[in-house]
C-alpha cells in the first residue's frame, strides 16, 4: 500500500529537517507531496528556496496518512498562522492520521493550536520546551508515541526522519535505509 504524506513548507523552514524527512521518506517508497504555505519558492531560515509540489490550498481537501510540520525560524510561526494547515492537522489529529513535528513546530504549531492535550510527551527544540505543558515536556531529542512523532532540531533530522519510515513502512525498511545510508 503507498502511502503519503504531507510536508508543509512556510517562509523561514529548517531545510535539514524538510529535506532529510522528505528525502528519506521518498527513499522509503512514500509518496510526500511538498505544499507551499506561502509565496513559491519558499525560502528556508538559512537562504535556501525550495519548489513545491503545489500550494497548500490545492491539496486541502486530500487525506495524507502523516503531515510532517518541519520546524525553523519563522517558519513554525507561518506555519501556525495559517488557517488551512490548521483545519488539516485538526482533521488529522481527529481522525486518528499521524502528526509529526521537529525542533518548534511541536510548541509553536501543535501547543498553539492546542493538540497536544493527552497526547504524551514530545520533543522540542529547548528554547521551545518551555511552552510545552507540563504533562507533554521531554527532555529526549526524539520522542514516539501513538499517532504522534517529534523531535528536538536539526540534529536529530535523520533519526526522526527514519522514525517516520518505520511507522509509516515498518521499522525493517527503515533499518534497511539507515544502513544503506551508512546511518547505523
Same mark, same amino acid.
Given at each position: 500500500?503507498?502511502?503519503?504524506?504531507?510536508?508543509?513548507?512556510?517562509?523561514?523552514?529548517e531545510?535539514?529537517?524538510?529535506?532529510?524527512?522528505?528525502?528519506?521518506?521518498?527513499?522509503?517508497?512514500?509518496?510526500?507531496?511538498?505544499?507551499?504555505?506561502?509565496?513559491?519558492?519558499v525560502?528556508?531560515?538559512?537562504?535556501?528556496?525550495?519548489?513545491?509540489?503545489?500550494?497548500?490550498?490545492?491539496?486541502?481537501h486530500?487525506?495524507?496518512?502523516?503531515?510532517?510540520?518541519?520546524?525553523?525560524m519563522? %517558519?513554525?510561526?507561518?506555519? #501556525?498562522?495559517? *488557517?488551512?494547515?490548521?483545519?488539516?492537522?485538526? $482533521?488529522?489529529a =481527529? !481522525?486518528?492520521r499521524?502528526l509529526?513535528?521537529i525542533?518548534?513546530?511541536?510548541?509553536?504549531?501543535?501547543?498553539?493550536?492546542g493538540?497536544?492535550? %493527552?497526547?504524551?510527551?514530545v #520533543?522540542?527544540y *529547548?528554547?521551545?520546551?518551555?511552552r510545552?505543558? $507540563?504533562?507533554? =515536556? !521531554?527532555?529526549?531529542?526524539?520522542?514516539v508515541?501513538?499517532g504522534?512523532?517529534?523531535?528536538?532540531?536539526?540534529?536529530?533530522?535523520?533519526?526522526?526522519?527514519?522514525?517516520?519510515? #518505520?511507522?509509516?513502512?515498518g521499522?525493517?525498511?527503515?533499518?534497511?535505509?539507515?544502513?544503506?545510508?551508512?546511518?547505523?
Amino acid at each position: 500500500m503507498n502511502r503519503t504524506v504531507l510536508v508543509p513548507l512556510a517562509e523561514g523552514f529548517e531545510e535539514i529537517e524538510a529535506v532529510t524527512v522528505i528525502d528519506v521518506l521518498r527513499r522509503a517508497g512514500v509518496t510526500v507531496v511538498t505544499a507551499s504555505v506561502g509565496d513559491e519558492p519558499v525560502k528556508g531560515a538559512h537562504g535556501l528556496s525550495v519548489g513545491t509540489d503545489m500550494m497548500l490550498e490545492a491539496c486541502r481537501h486530500r487525506t495524507f496518512d502523516a503531515i510532517v510540520l518541519p520546524g525553523g525560524m519563522p %517558519g513554525a510561526v507561518h506555519l #501556525a498562522q495559517s *488557517p488551512v494547515l490548521e483545519a488539516m492537522v485538526r $482533521e488529522q489529529a =481527529r !481522525s486518528g492520521r499521524l502528526l509529526a513535528a521537529i525542533c518548534a513546530a511541536p510548541a509553536v504549531a501543535l501547543q498553539g493550536w492546542g493538540l497536544l492535550k %493527552g497526547r504524551g510527551k514530545v #520533543a522540542a527544540y *529547548p528554547t521551545f520546551r518551555e511552552r510545552l505543558d $507540563e504533562e507533554n =515536556r !521531554s527532555d529526549e531529542g526524539l520522542s514516539v508515541g501513538t499517532g504522534l512523532i517529534t523531535a528536538a532540531g536539526p540534529g536529530l533530522a535523520m533519526d526522526f526522519a527514519l522514525a517516520l519510515a #518505520a511507522a509509516l513502512t515498518g521499522p525493517e525498511r527503515a533499518e534497511e535505509l539507515a544502513r544503506a545510508m551508512l546511518v547505523r
